[in-house]
């Protein structure tokens, strides 16, 4: 292990400039992976190229159990040269963006679509989900994860979204980031057009409900900015638009409820079709 304790360490500077810069993100290809969780998930691809973990963290017997695990500690002696990172905890709460910090990151690789293995057969040409323009974290990591629960192979993000790789996008995705291929800055109407299915933009006021699509083929949902909605591009490239029944008084859902709501009605007409 190695000891960092002052805030003038390159390596800590490294840490808080991923934590805060997309740029910085995307000239490195490394995220910061923040918490026991997400560290778990990120085993299924590889290992970190960094543990780091607070002093209170090294208690930790979950974090202690990974510690061992990437260091490969072979009768108490280590096989290979340690990666880890111990900050005292005061310095770790500068790097952690979660209010109470579980006393463990990681400095992963941002890993390329092609990277992510499918998770069943057949799911790369099941369905995938296309945003346009949505600008908050949450809603995209949430996106990620209901997309993943609900199968699907593949999200493109056009640009003007939310950084996929923040750490607020990953903690919203809760590992989601290594179940399904995620595309950033992708021209979504050259994805639409080239997509063998079909393609249903979820608008407010089309005449089609989501209930009434039959949705058990290839299927390509199409979901845009809150405020803005989807631009013309991509609503003449959908073959379908359809709105999502609210008898309530709301005047709309976010996006993330609104993907959610379409891709589970997908998930439940499928699993209809084959009972």
Known sequence: M????????????????????????????????DGIHLV??????????????????????????LLEKVTK????????????????DALFREVSTVKTATGLMAVVPIPSPEAIPMQKR?????????????QDPGNVGSILRSAAAAGASDVYLSNGCADAWSPKTLRAAMGAHFLVRIHERANLAEV???????????????KKSLYQMRLTGPVAFVFGNEGAGLSDELLQVAHE??????????????????????FFERVRQTEAGSA
């Open 73 to 88: 500690v072979t009768e108490g002696v280590p096989t290979r040269e340690a990666i880890v990172m111990v900050l005292p």
């Open 40 to 65: 778990e998930a990120y085993f299924a691809l590889g290992e970190p190229e960094k543990l780091v973990v607070s002093e209170t963290g090294c208690e930790n017997p979950e974090i202690r159990f």
């Open 192 to 206: 639409a057009r080239a997509f063998r299915g079909k393609v249903i933009a979820s608008i407010l006021g089309a």
């Open 2 to 33: 190695k000891f960092i304790t002052s805030r003038d360490n390159p390596t800590f500077k490294e840490l808080v400039k991923l934590q805060e810069s997309s740029r910085q993100r995307r000239i490195a290809g490394l995220t910061l992976l």
């Open 122 to 134: 057949g799911q790369a040409e099941s369905f995938c989900a296309l945003l346009e323009a949505i």
């Open 241 to 262: 638009r359809i709105t999502i029944p609210m008898p309530g008084d709301a005047e709309s859902l976010n996006a993330a409820a609104a993907a959610a709501v379409c």
